[in-house]
């Protein structure tokens, strides 16, 4: 079993920064690459960013690169649990959305979302222009 939890959301004005942090735990998940997903109401959950397990590569979508960062938070890992940061900056109006992590064996299609085992349960994010 893979257990993963979001937090760090908040109602922001746009071009503030925000970091959301995802806790990773379960045996389940040792191996697995992790990414940030987010939807917004009426819409699709859309891939955002990907950190792999194996060597840290990381792949972002268009909409936030140059902006969003996907890191892993060393210091705050324990032998149980890991820890992935989202570092948002210059967050404009159309980021708002739920923020969901999840993880999944790493896949050339990681930005489909029928490629992740494991989703916590999201995150909110509300940028005021």
């Known amino acids: 079993q893979g257990l993963l939890r979001e937090s760090g959301g908040g109602s922001v004005q746009a071009g503030d920064s925000l970091r959301l942090s995802c806790v990773v735990s379960?045996?389940?998940?040792?191996?697995?690459?992790i990414a940030w997903f987010r939807q917004s109401p009426g819409k699709e959950r859309d891939f955002v960013a990907i950190?792999?397990?194996?060597?840290?590569?990381?792949?972002?979508?268009?909409?936030v690169k140059g902006r969003f960062t996907i890191s892993r938070d060393n210091a705050r890992n324990t032998a149980d649990t890991n820890t992935v940061i989202l570092q948002m900056d210059s967050l404009k109006s159309e980021d708002t959305a739920i923020y969901y992590c999840?993880?999944?064996?790493?896949?050339?299609?990681?930005?489909?979302?029928?490629?992740?085992?494991?989703w916590g349960q999201g995150t909110q994010v509300t940028v005021s222009a």
């Open positions: 950190i792999k397990w194996r060597d840290d590569t990381t792949v972002y979508a268009e909409s």
């Open positions: 379960g045996r389940a998940t040792k191996g697995y690459s």
């Open positions: 999840a993880a999944g064996p790493f896949s050339l299609q990681y930005s489909s979302r029928a490629r992740y085992t494991y």
